[in-house]
């Protein structure tokens, strides 16, 4: 797992990431700063949002449940007047939704799935392609997950939204090509930390089983046998925000320590 942050010099860049109060998205927003990007972030929770920003150097930001429109429109008029303008766009907001076989799942459930984790990147996404169009481009990077290319029983609405999350990128990049706006999809496998330890430990006690028992056969059909690291998502990120990633679009790239060949 990388501990450290790819050196790339991203002076100038303006980028907004939502869902970054706490894991991987404010990995990624202390990471493009060390690039010296200016960084406005968001979040739902305004507790862990806040602390962020207060404890940050250089982070701006505000509240705001990107599932729903005009949240978006007024985050992005912020965003916009305190970045003056936008280069990079991370949408990193997403839900677990629920755990359970199809029909114990309710059709809230599933709604609140496919917002959280589809619905508001095409929201955040119409926002910043007028902002990039503008600017004469930019690099939007929408986070899916393993479970976009796997099956994953008893977690339909989640696997759904994340195929979702690809078909939406891959369309959305031809779409804005021509505008020189790149658009690509981050796909995070098992990634360190109390939210993967907590999914997997209730799983495992849903199942009868001990969640070292679980843990090992996860470990057992990935490659390097083990987590990756919010680090490792944000360093993708850096690169594919980037000119070196300049040709690379519409693709869904796996940062996953190689679960999809294990399975």
């Known amino acids: 797992m990388a501990d450290q942050i790819l050196p790339m010099d991203l002076s100038g860049y303006r980028v907004l990431i939502t869902a970054a109060g706490s894991g991987i998205g404010k990995v990624s927003a202390e990471a493009f700063l060390a690039c010296g990007a200016r960084v406005y972030v968001s979040d739902i929770q305004p507790e862990p949002l806040l602390s962020t920003i207060a404890s940050t150097a250089g982070l701006d930001g505000s509240v705001a449940d990107v599932a729903?429109?005009?949240?978006?429109?007024?985050?992005?008029?912020?965003?916009?007047?305190?970045?003056?303008?936008?280069?990079?766009?991370?949408?990193?907001?997403?839900?677990?939704?629920?755990?359970?076989?199809?029909?114990?799942?309710?059709?809230?459930?599933?709604?609140?799935?496919?917002?959280?984790?589809?619905?508001?990147?095409f929201h955040c996404s119409a926002e910043a392609v007028k902002a990039m169009r503008a600017n004469g481009g930019g690099a939007i990077i929408n986070m899916s997950s393993?479970?976009?290319?796997?099956?994953?029983?008893?977690?339909?609405?989640?696997?759904?939204?994340?195929?979702?999350?690809?078909?939406?990128?891959?369309?959305?990049?031809?779409?804005?090509?021509?505008?020189?706006?790149?658009?690509?999809?981050?796909?995070?496998?098992?990634?360190?930390?109390?939210?993967?330890?907590?999914i997997w430990t209730q799983r495992a006690r849903e199942a009868g089983l001990e969640p070292e028992v679980v843990f090992k056969e996860l470990f057992d059909r990935t490659a390097l046998g083990r987590t990756v690291s919010a680090e490792d998502i944000a360093n993708t990120q850096i690169f594919l925000a980037s000119p070196y990633a300049a040709s690379i679009t519409g693709q869904a790239i796996s940062v996953c320590g190689g679960v999809e060949m294990m399975r």
């Open 68 to 121: 729903e429109p005009e949240p978006v429109r007024r985050m992005f008029a912020e965003a916009l007047d305190r970045l003056g303008g936008l280069d990079v766009l991370i949408n990193n907001a997403g839900v677990g939704g629920p755990t359970s076989g199809i029909e114990q799942i309710t059709p809230e459930q599933v709604e609140q799935t496919l917002a959280v984790n589809v619905k508001s990147q």
């Open 146 to 198: 393993v479970a976009g290319r796997l099956a994953f029983p008893n977690r339909t609405p989640y696997a759904a939204a994340k195929w979702g999350v690809i078909g939406f990128t891959k369309s959305l990049a031809m779409e804005v090509g021509r505008d020189n706006i790149r658009v690509n999809a981050v796909l995070p496998g098992h990634v360190e930390g109390d939210r993967f330890r907590n």
